[in-house]
């Protein structure tokens, strides 16, 4: 084989090894949810889709007066509510322009028969403004939950002006 195709097959070699990355260091069996928001670009009009800032990557989330709620995960408690495992984690970027504004990241579970509250934590921006924070929550959800119960997880603006952006959620559930 020349020194070519030799260089070349280790060039090819060297950038696939690159291209595969070191694996994600999130632990997937308590893993319930983590988005970063990229794969929307592209795939969605989503109106709170948002590339004009983000933490990592190229697009965040972005809710405002004029759009209040961001996206929202949702999924039945039983799918990650068992074994004894109730308390859950969140971790996310969050970014707001006003130092007035009520923004939060809401964590709720409603009930599968009347859509009543069951659950509400509300996760608040109390940091400074203009600059990424990273929030952090730990919530222990009550037993007795009926399996098909609602989680849900969104971006809220209570009021102020300007935009909250919301980058690199994960939520997990801890043993």
Not at 37 to 64: C, M
Request: proline letters at 6%.
């Amino acid at each position: 084989m020349s020194y070519f195709r030799t260089g070349m097959l280790v060039l090819v070699t060297a950038v696939s090894l690159v291209r595969c990355g070191a694996p994600d260091s999130r632990d997937d069996a308590h893993l319930i949810t983590h988005n970063d928001f990229e794969s929307y670009g592209g795939w969605t009009s989503l109106p709170t889709l948002t590339d004009e800032r983000a933490h990592s990557g190229r697009y965040s989330i972005k809710v405002t007066p004029q759009q209040p709620f961001g996206p929202s995960f949702s999924k039945p408690v039983g799918q990650f509510y068992h074994e004894g495992a109730r308390r859950l984690k969140l971790e996310a970027y969050v970014y707001r322009d006003d130092p007035k504004a009520h923004v939060a990241l809401i964590m709720a579970v409603h009930s599968p028969v009347d859509n009543s509250g069951l659950v509400y934590e509300e996760v608040a921006h109390t940091g400074e403004s203009n600059a990424w924070w990273k929030l952090e929550k730990v919530i222990e959800l009550p037993e007795g939950l009926p399996e098909d119960a609602k989680f849900k997880l969104y971006a809220w603006m209570g009021d102020g002006r300007g935009a909250f952006y919301v980058d690199d959620v994960t939520l997990t559930r801890l043993p």
